[in-house]
């Protein structure tokens, strides 16, 4: 997810690889959506999200070489279960509680009764502190909205994927101002402000469409999406620089890893479903 500076010599042959990985697992995804609900659309959306979070804790592992990392891969599902469980308004308060509880109980007890050494003690508590909310929240989230509308999951995905692919192509083309040189030296302002104004497009769009008219609290939630995406891009972007990587994975040929596609929706979902319970209520069930 990188808003190019200058395109590299091997640009054609990536931009392929990403349009055909995007013609394979678009279909997926919007399959996925469509005919699958309930329990189902959780598993299918947590296999994507825990996968994710498995990159994550290879991106970071040398900094906590010998905590018990891994155990992100059963907590976060587990997290998103929890909050998943809490549409019910009488069980809300407990279910928090009691993902509150996972977090800092249970993540201090794994790292005690784990034996991680103690230099190590800090970095492993930042990382699974930071790692549980980080794919728990938009799991969680991304269930949320497909239990309210199915539609919302494709305004989500809308903003963040076209927003993307205008950032990518028109910072590959444009770009000549640095965004953040020191953390992803090739993502530009260029692209930053195609994105960001193809994602609020994006979000105009879906409201004329489903909505019968151009609703200015719509605009808005478009507008702290596309901003949050460009967010999490960067935000994932600073992991990886911070230890040296480049990708987090090699699944998705042009693309990297899972979590390279997922950055910006692991920001995106939660301020979406922020917005809709706030801005949006009559949007229905």
Request: glycine share 10%.
């Amino acid at each position: 997810m990188e808003h190019v500076t200058h395109p590299p010599r091997s640009a054609p042959a990536s931009s392929t690889q990403r349009l055909l990985t995007a013609a394979v697992g678009t279909p997926i995804i919007v399959a996925g959506i469509v005919l699958l609900s309930g329990i189902w659309f959780f598993l299918f959306a947590a296999v994507i999200f825990t996968w994710a979070a498995f990159e994550y804790v290879g991106i970071v592992r040398p900094r906590a070489p010998h905590a018990p990392l891994s155990v992100l891969v059963v907590l976060v599902p587990l997290a998103a279960l929890v909050m998943t469980l809490a549409l019910d308004p009488e069980r809300e308060q407990q279910l928090l509680l009691a993902l509150g509880a996972l977090t800092s109980v249970g993540i201090g007890s794994i790292v005690l009764l784990a034996r991680t050494p103690l230099d190590e003690t800090l970095e492993s508590l930042g990382i699974l502190a930071f790692g549980l909310p980080y794919f728990a929240v938009p799991l969680a989230s991304i269930y949320r909205l497909r239990h309210r509308d199915p539609w919302l999951v494709f305004l989500l995905l809308a903003i963040v994927w076209l927003g993307d692919t205008a950032a990518f192509y028109v910072g590959s083309r444009f770009g000549r101002h640095k965004m953040a040189p020191t953390i992803s030296p090739k993502k530009s302002w260029e692209g930053a402000a195609a994105g960001f104004l193809t994602g609020l497009a994006a979000a105009a769009a879906w409201s004329l469409w489903r909505r019968g008219g151009l609703e200015p609290e719509l605009l808005v939630l478009g507008a702290f999406t596309a901003a949050a995406a460009q967010v999490g891009d960067l935000v994932e972007s600073m992991l990886k620089r911070g230890v040296g990587v480049k990708d987090s994975g090699n699944v998705l040929p042009g693309h990297g890893g899972l979590l390279d596609r997922c950055d910006a929706l692991l920001f995106a979902a939660p301020v979406l479903q922020l917005g809709v319970c706030l801005l949006l209520p009559a949007v229905p069930h």
